[in-house]
């Protein structure tokens, strides 16, 4: 059971090694897909808030980290 444990760790530790990052990203992909379901007319509107939200979030990130 060990090493099925420290492979989902691993595994888990490649997504959400960042609990900040990826809570926003899932935040961001949530919010992009009520305006998708919303305005489905205007699919550039779900794609641009998943496009600019995902670059905020990681540009964010980076500042924090250099911050640190």
């Not at 007319?41 to 911050?67: E, H, K, S, W």
């Amino acid at each position: 059971m060990t090493p099925l444990m420290n492979v989902l760790q691993e595994l888990s530790g490649l997504f959400f090694d960042d609990g900040w990052l990826a809570t926003a990203i899932l935040g961001v992909v949530l919010l992009a897909a009520t305006v998708a379901a919303l305005a489905p007319g205007l699919p550039l509107a779900a794609g641009g808030v998943l496009l600019f939200g995902c670059l905020g979030a990681l540009f964010r990130n980076v500042v924090a980290t250099a911050r640190r």
